[in-house]
């Protein structure tokens, strides 16, 4: 069964950078469109990036700029480099990525997130 496992969360101060991993396993055939979603204490969740199969990216207004997706398909795993943090930023950020698998013809799969906290 394909599961996707974030890392690289902790905490680090206002101004900083981090960088999140997510790594697939599994029998996995390809990955297609991959995203990262985050949710802030009393917030609803929220889309940051996406990255589409064809390359194109999209970000939400408050990380342009900061943010960046990427991907690296031979080795099953999607990146998000976040700098120049602020304390707003501070959320559990969740991977997701829509794969083709042995087992599955085509099914998004989510990360249990992973906690970015940002002091002031």
């Known amino acids: 069964q394909v599961q996707l496992v974030e890392s690289g969360g902790g905490l680090v101060q206002a101004g900083g950078s981090l960088r999140l991993s997510c790594a697939a396993s599994?029998?996995?055939?390809?990955?297609?469109?991959v995203g990262w979603y985050r949710q802030a204490p009393g917030k609803q969740r929220e889309l940051v990036t996406s990255?589409?199969?064809?390359?194109?990216?999209t970000y939400v207004d408050s990380v342009k700029g900061r943010f960046t997706i990427s991907r690296d398909n031979a080795e099953n795993t999607v990146y998000l480099q976040m700098n120049s943090l602020k304390p707003e930023d501070t959320a559990v950020y969740y991977c997701v990525a829509n794969i083709r698998s042995t087992t599955t013809y085509s099914q998004d799969y989510w990360g249990p997130g992973t906690q970015v906290t940002v002091s002031s």
């Open positions: 990255m589409s199969s064809g390359g194109s990216t």
């Open positions: 599994g029998n996995i055939l390809s990955i297609d469109a």
